[in-house]
Structure formats: structure tokens, C-alpha cells
């Protein structure tokens, strides 16, 4: 009943705009009749408000197996690379400021894990730059292609792991303060957790923002 109750709305819409109605009117008209306003303003960002002797729809979203492909290991290399950035700064705050609890072997470890960290930055890095500049490029060649349903959900999806790491790197700091366990070594690692989600939280943010007033 609800694909049908849209489709009539659409179908409306469309007749509507094809008659000579003006968007405001149509608008008002579906309001009065009871249309959720969400609704009512969805349909009529289905065309493009173009000088047309008929309805213009724009471009809808779209899957893209090969895109899928792309933005799949774009997003992977991003996560690989910044856990690995952490796993190695953690490693030199260690070095910098040891603790004498912990065991022989523990430290002993950190030079094969900070080897790992190197190695999965120096790999994972450059192929995340070229991939985004790949997909940056043919954005900018064919606009269109940001519609991309895989590049929004990996978007939304990314920003939603980065602000849930903010939020529990800020709740294990509150809780060292109040416990008074927070140490020069503590407060290192809590930024360098909040400077790199922060980052990818930011851009990412401030893409989707450029991107919609573009539109």
C-alpha cells in the first residue's frame, strides 16, 4: 500500500508539473490534501527544475558492481591505515614513556608489532591516495557518479565508526579523570585516537556538506 501510495504521488507530481503548475502550488496542494511534507518534497526533487515543455527527472542513485569494488577497497585501505597509524604511534609513546610494569616480553614485542605497522602504512596508504584521487577525478569528468549508493552507505558508514570512537575515546578519558588515572602516557594515546578519527570524521563531513550546497 505504501509503494502504491507513492507511486500515486509521483505519478501526480509529475502530471502536475507537465500542465504548467508551479512547484509552490503543487506543494500546497498535497499539504492540504495530507501529504507528510518529507514526502511531498521528495517527489518534487525528482525533476529538475529546468525550462522543459515536459517533466525533467533527475538522476537517481545507483549501484555499480565495479564502483562497488572501488570504494570497498578505498574505505578498507583507509581503515587499515589508520588502525596501523595508531598501532605505531602507540608503539613509540610506549618507547618514550615506558612502564616499568610492563613484562620483558611485551616490550620486546613492539618492534615486530611497529615493523607490521610500517609495513601495512607504507602498502595501504599510497593505494587509498590513488584510489581517491582516481574516483575524485572521475567524479569531477562525470558529476553523476556521486549518486553512487556503495560511495554514500561506505560515507555514512565511516562516519558512524569514526563518531563512536570519538565518543568512546572522550568516555575513557573522563573516566581516567575521575578515577586519577590519567597519566602523560594515557593522554597521549587518547589523542592520537581522537586526532586520527577526528580527521576522517572531519573530511568526510565536509565532503558530504560541499557536496550538498553543490547541489
Partial sequence: MANTGSQELA?????????????????????????????VADALAAYADVPFPVPVPRPRPYLSAREAFLYLTLFATLYISAFQLGSLLFDLINRAWPDPADPAWQVARQATSMRWAMASIVVAFPVYLFLAHHLSQAMARSPGKRLSAVRRWL????????????????????????????????????????????GIFGWYLWDLRNEERES
Avoid: N
Avoid at 506543494?27 to 507528510?36: I, K, T, V
Avoid at 578515577?179 to 594515557?186: A, K, Q, V
Fill in 155 to 198: 560515507t555514512y558508514l565511516t562516519l558512524f565508526i569514526a563518531a563512536c570512537v570519538l565518543v568512546g575515546d572522550l568516555i575513557t578519558l573522563v573516566h581516567a579523570l575521575l578515577s586519577g588515572e590519567l597519566t602523560l602516557r594515557f593522554a597521549l594515546k587518547v589523542g592520537v585516537v581522537a586526532m586520527i578519527t577526528g
Fill in 11 to 39: 505519478q501526480f507530481v509529475r502530471d502536475a508539473l507537465a500542465s504548467g503548475q508551479d512547484r509552490e502550488s503543487i506543494a500546497s496542494a498535497l499539504a492540504a490534501a495530507g501529504w507528510p511534507d518529507a514526502l
